[in-house]
């Protein structure tokens, strides 16, 4: 039993900490309607253009207001209290999901107000979530990082589980709006846990290893009147120096931008596997039951030393299995069955699974990375560069991947992305050695 006990997720954050205990649980209800509406818009926009490449045109809209409003907003995350910034930007997310429920009640049918939501709904995300990881280490202890991330990730990976699955199953038998109503109804949990959050003010410049103080009242409101674009230069100044924390970003971006398969789903389901929205929400789920499975038997994550080794060997096992996915499109040939084909579903679903498994391992060990090697007076901004690569990283890759596949199908671009993220990989790891050697016991940036 202790084996077994050793091997599952550690819950001491959310026993020691109850405001981190609030935020995971309203964040989680959260989550999981923001999947439904991530699923239901893009088949909508298949379902009003009949092309994967439209859906990717998604991935730009949210792309750029990500990029300029992530990493200003970092910067508004390092000069503000962090309750109060994440607060806003939370209360305009949902003001927006709001906006995407009433286009499908009111039947207006257009992809380019799609679009121009999507494109809203990107830049309240690219301040709300640097806000709101940036918390996190103000609310654990440093020595329970892991396991919170680990936590977190859990959580996100169980909403893109049920999501899709609860996602497509709306559409199929309400239609879209039902499914955005609901997001826009759970997206209240998120509001009340920020709410319940206690004052987090910025603190004084200080480097790992220093203790942070409170940054007095009256320089705070100097800082917060100056916060401009030179905040947002001196975050990414800093980044230049850290080649560890830079290498966190670079090995992601291999993976998400070259092998993202989410924009491959909705032609998957319809044009290759059969099933329709169904398939695609089971391959959606597929990918989130893998990360679920990876941070369920997490316990083991916290005591790993060499973190950069495992974040290359997982983002190497993610592109394998993107690959596998490729392959099994390739045997089953695009036939447009009238039938799910149940057998190859499953088999496309077990390469989403493994990818999803080794796309959470990657990611508990680059947000500690982040976490432990950066200063608290930057964590806000460099927060802001990981929400861009994080979340903008995908989007570009949705665009990449859905030109890909106008040209030579969904099945060869999910083989060619793959291959490309491993052979990117290891070529950004030989450059940067460092990376290889990261010694969580003496953490380095």
Known sequence: MARVNGLLADTTPLRTSPPFRRLWWGLGVSNLGSQLTVVAVGLQVYALTQSSLAVGVLGICALVPLVVLGLYGGALVDAYDRRK??????????????????????????????????????????????????IIPRLVEPRLLPAANALQTLSWNVALTVGPLGGAALVALWGYQVAYTIDAVLFAAALWAVWRLPDLPPLAA?????????????????????VGWRSVLDGLRYLGTQPTIRTTFLVDLAAMVLASPRVLLPAAGVVWLGGGETTTGVLAAAFAIGAVLASAFSGGLSRVRWQGRVIVWAITAYGASIVLFGLVLVQVGATSPGTALVGWIVAAGVALALAGASDAVS??????????????????????????VVAGGPRLGELVLGADAAWVGEAWAAVIGGVACVVVLWLVVRAQRGFWHYDAHHPEP
């Open 363 to 388: 990611s508990v060990f680059r947000q500690t990375i982040l976490q432990t090697a950066a200063p608290d007076d930057m964590r806000g901004r460099l927060q802001g560069v990981f929400i861009v």
């Open 85 to 134: 910034v994440a607060l806003a930007a939370s209360s305009a997310l949902w003001v927006v999901t709001a906006l995407i429920a009433l286009q499908a009640w009111f039947h207006v049918e257009s992809v380019g107000v799609l679009y121009g939501l999507v494109a809203l709904q990107s830049a309240a995300f690219a301040i709300n979530n640097p806000a709101r990881t940036a």
């Open 206 to 226: 200080s480097r790992p290893g220093a203790s942070p103080a409170a940054v007095d009242p009256a320089r705070r409101r100097r800082r917060s009147r100056v």
